[in-house]
C-alpha cells in the first residue's frame, strides 16, 4: 500500500510541477506535511544534497524520499523499491505527455492554441521556481520556529546569514577565487557545515 501511495503522491508532483526539478519543491513542502514521511527540514537537506549530486533534483529528491520511505518496510530490498516506484511516480507523466506530444508533433507544432497555453505556462514555472528560491532562502537565513516570538535577533540564522555572505564575495568580489569551479565552493559549504553544525 505504501508504494501505492509513494507512487501517487510523486505522479501528482511530477503532472503538477511544470518547470523543472526546482519547480518540484513547493510540491515537496507539501507533501511533507500530508503525509509523514519526511520533514521540512528533510527537504531542505535533501536540496542540498540533490544540487551537489548529479542529475535533475526532482528525481534526485523522489529517489531519497521513495528510499527512506520504502526502507521503513523492512531494510534494503524495500529500500530500493521504494526508490524505484517514487522515481517512476515522479517522471511517468512527464513520459505520457511527451509520448503523446510526439504522436500528434505536427498538429501541435501548428496549433496556436497550444502555442498560447505554453506561453501561459511560463508565469506559473516562474513562480513555482521563485516560490522553491524563497523557501530555501528562508529555511536557510531564518528561524521560522522562532518567529511567533516576534523579529528578535533569535529569528536570523547567524551562521547561515555569515556563510551566504562569504560564499556571495568569494563568488562574486574577490579576484583569486571568482573563477573557481562551483564544486569547489560547494564541498567547502558542506565542510563549514558540518564544522559549525549547520
Given at each position: 500500500?505504501?508504494?501505492?501511495?509513494?507512487?501517487?503522491?510523486?505522479?501528482?508532483?511530477?503532472?503538477?510541477?511544470?518547470?523543472?526539478?526546482?519547480?518540484?519543491?513547493?510540491?515537496?513542502?507539501?507533501?511533507?506535511?500530508?503525509?509523514?514521511?519526511?520533514?521540512?527540514?528533510?527537504?531542505?537537506?535533501?536540496?542540498?544534497?540533490?544540487?551537489?549530486?548529479?542529475?535533475?533534483?526532482?528525481?534526485?529528491?523522489?529517489?531519497y524520499v521513495g528510499y527512506?520511505?520504502?526502507?521503513?518496510?523492512?531494510?534494503?530490498?524495500?529500500?530500493?523499491?521504494?526508490?524505484?516506484?517514487?522515481?517512476?511516480?515522479?517522471?511517468?507523466?512527464?513520459?505520457?505527455?511527451?509520448?503523446?506530444?510526439?504522436?500528434?508533433?505536427?498538429?501541435?507544432?501548428?496549433?496556436?492554441?497550444?502555442?498560447?497555453?505554453?506561453?501561459?505556462?511560463?508565469?506559473?514555472?516562474?513562480?513555482?521556481?521563485?516560490?522553491?528560491?524563497?523557501?530555501v532562502v528562508a529555511a536557510?537565513?531564518?528561524?521560522?520556529?522562532?518567529?511567533?516570538?516576534?523579529?528578535?535577533?533569535?529569528?536570523?540564522?547567524?551562521?547561515?546569514?555569515?556563510?551566504?555572505?562569504?560564499?556571495?564575495?568569494?563568488?562574486?568580489?574577490?579576484?583569486?577565487?571568482?573563477?573557481?569551479?562551483?564544486?569547489?565552493?560547494i564541498l567547502a559549504s558542506?565542510?563549514?557545515?558540518?564544522?559549525?553544525?549547520?
Amino acid at each position: 500500500m505504501i508504494y501505492l501511495r509513494l507512487f501517487w503522491e510523486f505522479f501528482k508532483t511530477g503532472l503538477f510541477a511544470v518547470g523543472g526539478g526546482m519547480a518540484t519543491i513547493p510540491f515537496l513542502y507539501n507533501m511533507a506535511g500530508a503525509t509523514g514521511w519526511f520533514t521540512r527540514t528533510d527537504v531542505d537537506n535533501m536540496i542540498a544534497v540533490g544540487e551537489s549530486t548529479p542529475g535533475p533534483i526532482g528525481v534526485n529528491m523522489a529517489t531519497y524520499v521513495g528510499y527512506i520511505t520504502g526502507g521503513t518496510q523492512g531494510g534494503l530490498p524495500f529500500s530500493v523499491l521504494g526508490a524505484v516506484v517514487a522515481t517512476l511516480g515522479l517522471i511517468t507523466p512527464s513520459v505520457i505527455v511527451i509520448l503523446v506530444i510526439a504522436s500528434f508533433l505536427k498538429a501541435f507544432r501548428d496549433n496556436r492554441y497550444v502555442d498560447s497555453a505554453f506561453y501561459g505556462l511560463r508565469p506559473a514555472s516562474t513562480g513555482l521556481i521563485s516560490a522553491a528560491g524563497l523557501s530555501v532562502v528562508a529555511a536557510n537565513l531564518f528561524d521560522m520556529e522562532s518567529l511567533s516570538g516576534g523579529f528578535g535577533l533569535g529569528f536570523f540564522n547567524v551562521k547561515g546569514i555569515i556563510l551566504a555572505v562569504i560564499l556571495w564575495v568569494l563568488t562574486n568580489k574577490v579576484k583569486q577565487t571568482k573563477g573557481l569551479h562551483p564544486i569547489l565552493f560547494i564541498l567547502a559549504s558542506a565542510v563549514v557545515g558540518i564544522a559549525l553544525g549547520m
